[in-house]
């Protein structure tokens, strides 16, 4: 599995599910480094814009990085 230093797909991936259900994660995928890829696949997952889905992803990832920082 890729991940970025900054973000761990692994413990990420049921908060992920449950935020954007629907979503089928491909576990190669890492929504750091491999951004716009990971964006395009929620967007069409949730059926909202690119603009949205980005929106989306920068709260997640932020929430996510707030957590890894209390742990």
Known sequence: MQNSPEFDLTTSL???????P??????NLCPVSQRD???AALARAQGIS???AGEEMRDFLYMESLRAEIA
Not at 14 to 20: S, V
Not at 22 to 27: S, W
């Open 22 to 27: 629907g979503i089928v994660v491909d576990k």
């Open 14 to 20: 049921p908060r992920l599910r449950q935020r954007f």
């Open 50 to 52: 690119l603009t949205e």
């Open 37 to 39: 890829a990971f964006i």
